[in-house]
């Protein structure tokens, strides 16, 4: 097995952001609609709640997740 | 769960008290968004009405199937899976998922963003295991990807730091991760999406989460025990 060079890339910042506290995907769920509902007010976010969201950086798969909610609120009140 | 099952007409009798936000109105006001009207509603009303399964509120379950999937249309705007039978069965799901979860709802948002960011969940996975289910795991991780560098070297000296790290990288991979832990990070890097990673390893998704940690937590430390600094690792791939 061998990694390409935009696999150890991709790998390598993973690795930069590893922290030893980081939360899982299930955890990340009971933070993001709050997390979301912020950003979609644009109002300030607890440093808990920041630290939190590092999640997104770290998850692709959580961060797109992310950004879908994040369209579904900021649309919120537009024609259906 | 026959609740949800069907699109039941809301029952007779029941009171259609209201509001969206946690903001505490008492007033029972229907609002009309779309093509059918949503009651709006506290998110102690949609507890209480959710909640009580020997007299669930059928006209929240129907209200919250509807904010599902005004909330999942936005969501996965502009995605040709996404047609309107995908999304009313993953306005379903969401809604089985909210209802056996309620106890899971923390209440420092708005009930409705909860349930649709579970349905977002659902619906996202579901995308994912259609576009991966003939892929095999095991296949995606024994496949050599084409080695071909992606930034030309500067220098002799600089090429030599950046094979020292690759070297190392790959040395710890190969020697400091266990082979579920290899395969499990390879796939992500690869592309599938966790979902089908733990199902085909037969994990949970948060232990799949806790597997991969566990590896880059691992390949850190091989790093920093070969003398690889982060700056080291941060120049190199021009992070």
């Known amino acids: 097995m061998s990694l390409s060079p935009d696999e150890l890339r991709e790998l390598a910042r993973y690795v930069l952001l590893t922290r030893p506290d980081e939360i899982g995907c299930d955890d990340w769920l009971g933070h993001a609609p709050r997390y979301a509902e912020l950003v979609a007010a644009r109002e300030p976010v607890p440093e808990p709640l920041r630290r939190a969201a590092e999640h997104l950086d770290v998850c692709p798969e959580c961060a797109e997740e992310f950004r879908a909610c994040l369209a579904a609120l900021t649309a919120e009140g537009g024609s259906d | ?239």
């Not at chain 2, 309620?102 to 994912?128: H, K, N």
């Not at chain 2, 710890?172 to 999406?193: F, H, I, N, W, Y």
């Not at chain 2, 989460?209 to 982060?230: C, P, V």
Request: aromatic content about 4%; hydrophobic content about 45%; proline content about 4%.
């Open chain 2, 1 to 239: 769960m026959a609740i949800v099952s069907g699109r039941r007409p809301p029952s007779p009798g029941l009171d259609l008290s209201d509001d969206a936000a946690a903001s505490g109105l008492t007033l029972a006001l229907p609002i009309f968004l779309g093509a059918n009207p949503v009651t709006e509603r506290t998110n102690e009303d949609w507890l209480r009405s959710l909640s009580e399964m020997a007299a669930v509120d059928d006209a929240a379950v129907a209200d919250l199937r509807e904010v599902l999937r005004r909330g999942l249309r936005r969501a996965l705007s502009g995605r040709a899976a996404a047609d309107d039978g995908f999304i009313e069965d993953m306005a379903q799901e969401g809604v089985l998922k909210v209802l056996s979860g309620l106890a899971m709802f923390r209440g420092d948002c708005r009930f409705t963003t909860w349930g649709i960011t579970i349905a977002v969940r659902v619906a996202f996975t579901e995308l994912r295991r259609a576009r991966w289910r003939d892929v095999s795991l095991d296949r995606l991780v024994e496949d050599a990807p084409a080695r071909c560098p992606t930034t030309p070297p500067a220098d002799g000296s600089s090429q030599d730091a950046r094979q020292a790290i690759l070297a190392a990288m790959h040395g710890v991979l190969d020697s400091d991760l266990t082979d579920r832990q290899r395969q499990a990070l390879v796939a992500e890097l690869r592309g599938m999406p966790q979902a089908e990673i733990a199902a085909q390893m037969g994990l949970t998704r948060n232990a799949l989460y806790k597997l991969t940690h566990d590896a880059r937590q691992n390949l850190k430390r091989g790093l920093e025990a070969a003398g690889i600094s982060g700056d080291e690792v941060r120049s190199t791939f021009d992070l």
